[in-house]
Nanobody, 114 residues
Framework: VQFVESGGGLVQPGGSLRLSCTAS????????MSWSRQAPGKERELVAT????????HYADSVKGRFTIFRDNAKKMVYLQMNNLKVEDTAVYYC????????WGQGTQVTVSS
């Protein structure tokens, strides 16, 4: 089981980024997926989840209306479209099944700063 996140970077407040996660080693389409983030000195925070076919999504209140999670089961990928980014969105972002199995990936750093 492996997760490889990408797409992070440095962006100004109000900007956008799209994160990607490639999953392998398990039947991707059978599992709900999630994005989490961890800011320096803080605990990991669940940001968004998506059901197996993408019809059901949930978001943390802090990102609702700004972030969109979606997936491509054929490619075994899950994405996080982040719009209207804020300084407080700065963190390392990770993807994983909602059930939590498998090792954490290396994550992708998102830095929002002017």
């Amino acid at each position: 089981v492996q997760f490889v996140e990408s797409g992070g970077g440095l962006v100004q407040p109000g900007g956008s980024l799209r994160l990607s996660c490639t999953a392998s080693g398990f039947p991707f389409s059978s599992f709900d997926m999630s994005w989490s983030r961890q800011a320096p000195g803080k605990e990991r925070e669940l940001v968004a989840t998506i059901g197996t076919v993408g019809a059901t999504t949930h978001y943390a209140d802090s990102v609702k209306g700004r972030f969109t999670i979606f997936r491509d089961n054929a490619k075994k990928m899950v994405y996080l479209q982040m719009n209207n980014l804020k300084v407080e969105d700065t963190a390392v972002y990770y993807c994983k099944p909602v059930l939590g199995f498998g090792p954490w990936g290396q994550g992708t750093q998102v830095t929002v700063s002017s």
